[in-house]
Each structure stands twice: as C-alpha cells, then as structure tokens.
C-alpha cells in the first residue's frame, strides 16, 4: 500500500494542504507559477505550509545537494522549464500512447498513439526521444523528465534491453523504436534527462491518470 503523502500548495487556485496528488492537481494545473511540494506528515506540511514557500522549496534544495552527495535529504525542486513525457498503457504488454507536456502548465507539446501492442518502458523511451528530437528542432536546451528510470538508462545507452518479442503484432512499435534509436546514434543533444522524483513531487505532469 502506498504510504500516505500530503501536499502542500502554496500558489495555486486554492491555497492549502491537500491529502491526495489528484486534488492537489486540481488547484495547480494550468496555473503559472505554481508552487507546491508533498510531505510524509500531516505535521510537516502545517509547518512548511505556514513557513512559506521560500522557505521550504529553498530547504528542499539545500537538502538535494545533501542527497547528490550521499547524505540524507530530499529532491531538489523542480525545473518548470521544461518537458514532461509519460506513457498511458492498457496492459503490459497492450496497447500505448505517450504524450509530452510543458512542465509547467500542463500544456500538451506532442503525443502520438495508440500504438497496438507495446510495453511502458517503450513508451517512456518513445516519448524521451521525441522530446529530444522536438527540443533540438526548435534549438531549446530544455529538460525532459521522464518517470521510467529504464526508459532514461536506455536512451542514455542508445539501445533497448526489453524482452518484447519481434512479431507482427508489435511491428508498429519495433518500427518506431529502431526509429528513435537510429536517431540517438546519429544525433546529439545538450538535454538534461531527469528522473522525476513521484515521491517528492507527485504524480509527474504528463501522467495519464490510469493507475
């Protein structure tokens, strides 16, 4: 069972302390300069939520640096700069789509799909690279996050290491994965690729919903 999370939303439509990512969603979707982080207590969300947002966002930096360097601490805060790419899946393997969305608003930069037959992995792997290739083609630095830490290692690799068989039924998505991996052997970027931190942060902005 997941463990209970709180969510502190500082700037938003209804400022306030929420006990789910679904309502926590509903006052910062779409709402510029949003400014939110979950907490494991009940308790520490009241403090952060009256110690202001300055105050726990800058922490929650300080501590990041703490985690990168192997001490105790938490994520750091989130580039809004940037792109979000999720997959929505009926069944793994089945059928798949995957969009990328502005980090920020939530607004919807590309999607592509349904794909008939794939896995959540090649989705997540789809969805970095056509980030990457969009984000070169408009010559943006920006970031992309992706919640599949697989998906990320693949696409840092150039390759895929998933046991999906090659079939007609996942011709289509075999197609469009040795598609982006020839991209990746033939192109480079100056993207970060991150991992988005649920725990920390919520549900990641592309998400489908479906879980």
């Known amino acids: 069972m997941a463990k209970q999370k709180y ?7 209804a400022p306030g302390i929420y006990d789910s990512w679904a309502a926590c969603k509903a006052q910062v979707d779409g709402f510029t300069g949003a400014k939110y982080k979950s907490f494991d207590s009940r308790a520490e969300a009241e403090r952060a939520y009256k110690d202001g947002w300055k105050r726990a966002l800058t922490a929650g930096q ?13 994520a750091p805060p989130v580039d809004y700069d940037s ?17 990328g ?12 799909g349904p794909i ?6 090649l989705g997540e792997f789809l969805a970095i ?4 290739a969009y984000l070169k ?17 693949w696409v840092k690799e150039k390759k895929v290491a998933t046991n999906l068989a090659r079939d007609e039924s996942t011709r289509e998505v075999w197609t469009l994965v040795d598609r982006a991996v020839q991209w990746l052997q033939t192109n480079s970027y ?12 919520g549900e990641i902005k592309a998400d489908y919903g479906r879980k």
């Open 7 to 13: 969510y502190v939303v500082w700037v938003g439509n």
């Open 62 to 74: 300080a501590e990041g640096k703490k985690a990168a360097s192997g001490s105790p601490g938490t």
């Open 83 to 99: 792109i979000s790419v999720d997959v929505g899946t009926s069944g793994n393997p089945g059928p798949i789509e995957y969009k």
């Open 101 to 112: 969305v502005d980090t920020r608003t939530g607004e919807v930069i590309f999607s592509y």
């Open 116 to 121: 008939s037959k794939g896995t959540n992995n």
């Open 129 to 132: 690279v056509h980030a990457l």
């Open 137 to 153: 083609k408009t010559g943006s630095d920006k970031t992309v996050y992706s919640d599949s830490r697989t998906a990320l290692k």
């Open 190 to 201: 100056k993207n970060k690729l991150l991992k988005w931190e649920t725990s920390e942060w």
